[in-house]
């Protein structure tokens, strides 16, 4: 068995990791940068008008024989590791005869994300896996491991030939609400892997230990009953872990939870993998806004019956005005429009639940600066999606890898100082035989 790491070595953002044998090839994740050459943000809309050679030449698709062309197609599989455009969103450019396999609701996630999103991305040929369950692809086999992350529905996989084993650690922490899973993997690892193929992406933050889902949680309660003032969130309508803390907190508060028709439908689409709320009789104080631009794209599109579904739901901005001081409302920037017109609604809480990094985005700024000037008061409560080093480490012990190989970090150096285990520092396309 031989791989190479397309990209990550040296960057978060953009993994993409071949895995071959004599008889057969697949593709671990096909993820979007989120970073230029140069360091700074990716924009793909630089990218919108060019094909694949192109994008091959200029070093934003990885450079994969027949790859991209329906007639020469050499890849038995691409998996897919979780719903995060860094680990799927270049996806559209494969040819049409490849073999997708990932999660049912993963794949759910994709879809919503071409109704709801600028992206496009298509998958004709879907094979759904389970966690724990072994699947083949030629003479490759594949276990996923159902992994604790901000995406809902993500895996870590090992993947065997040969005799030989690696082990793709995907993008996972020990902190958020499925701390069980993680737990659950730690006494039923694979043992002595050859290589883990291990995520870095906090490293740079040091020693710190990451707060819990649970302790954003007790921190937004604590917010929430603070009096007469609404609470505006601004989180990733993606995070469910989050978006269930927020509808705890408001159950333990006393609180409206107010969501607008983009996540109420992710919600809804997802209660069907999870027990998680969404709007219905059984989650009463949840309540679905309609947003202007958002209700017009799903209207021009032809999805009004989205829409209708949530129509017993509905609050109204008059009602949000008249009851301001009981909400906590989702909202992002698209949303200003709706904010102008609801009324009364000076000096709440402005939550920021994201990564900090998107703060320097103009979009963000507009929305904070619009709140900030109606006298709200700006909190940041927030924890991170990936491992803090405790956990790695704990990943490490449970694996007992003979190689350790950084992935998805700016931080490859730092893994020598923090593991004991062999480290394998790759360049990205560099060949490794197992
Ligand atoms: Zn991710």
Redesign the pocket.
């Known amino acids: 068995m031989k791989f190479k790491i397309h990209r990550g070595t040296k960057e978060i953002g953009g993994s993409c990791v071949e895995v071959w044998t004599e008889q057969a090839k697949i593709l671990l994740d096909f993820g979007m940068p989120l970073v230029e050459k140069d360091g700074k943000e990716f924009d793909f809309r630089k990218y919108k008008n060019m094909n694949s050679d192109e994008l091959v030449n200029k070093g934003i698709l990885p450079n994969i024989d027949g790859l991209y062309d329906n007639s020469k197609n050499t890849i038995d599989g691409v998996i897919v590791?979780?719903p995060?455009q860094?680990?799927y969103g270049l996806i559209n450019f494969i040819n049409d005869d490849v073999q997708y396999y990932l999660g049912e609701a993963t794949h759910k996630i994709i879809k919503l994300n071409n109704l709801f999103t600028p992206q496009e991305v298509y998958l004709k040929n879907t094979n759904y896996f389970e966690k724990s369950k072994k699947f083949k692809v030629g003479d490759i086999s594949i276990t996923p491991y159902w992994a604790d992350?901000?995406?809902f529905d993500?895996y870590s996989f090992l993947v065997e030939a040969n005799g030989k084993s690696l082990f793709y650690s995907?993008?996972f922490r020990s902190h958020g609400r499925k701390t069980k899973a993680f737990y659950w993997f730690t006494h039923n690892a694979p043992k002595n892997v050859d290589y883990l193929i291990l995520e870095g992406t906090t490293i740079t933050r040091g020693n710190k230990n990451n707060k819990t889902e649970f302790e954003i949680e007790r921190d937004l309660i604590k917010l929430f009953e603070q009096k007469e003032k609404i609470n505006l969130i601004y989180t990733s309508g993606q995070n469910i872990d989050r978006i269930v803390s927020i509808y705890s907190a408001c159950i333990r508060a006393n609180k409206i939870f107010v969501v607008d028709v983009y996540i109420a439908t992710i919600l809804k689409e997802l209660s069907e993998f999870a027990k998680i709320p969404y709007p219905s009789k059984e989650f009463k104080n949840l309540k679905v806004m309609f947003p202007y631009y958002t209700s017009r794209r799903l209207k021009n599109e032809g999805n009004e019956k989205i829409l209708y579904q949530f129509k017993n739901y509905k609050i109204t901005k008059e009602e949000i005005s008249e009851q301001s001081d009981k909400i906590v409302m989702i909202v992002r920037p698209s949303m200003q429009k709706d904010l102008e017109n609801i009324n009364g609604i000076e000096c709440g809480n402005l939550i920021y639940s994201m990564w900090e990094g998107y703060l320097k985005k103009s979009d963000t700024i507009k929305l904070i600066d619009y709140l900030v000037n109606k006298k709200f008061t700006l909190h940041k409560i927030h924890t991170s999606?990936?491992a803090d080093i405790q956990t790695l480490k704990k990943i490490v012990e449970a694996i007992k890898p003979k190689n350790i190989v950084p992935i998805h970090t700016f931080e490859g150096d730092k893994y020598k100082d923090i593991f004991n285990e062999p480290i394998i520092k790759l360049m990205d396309e560099e060949v490794r035989i197992i």
């Open positions: 590791s979780h995060h860094d680990h992350h901000s995406a993500s995907g993008d999606g990936h």
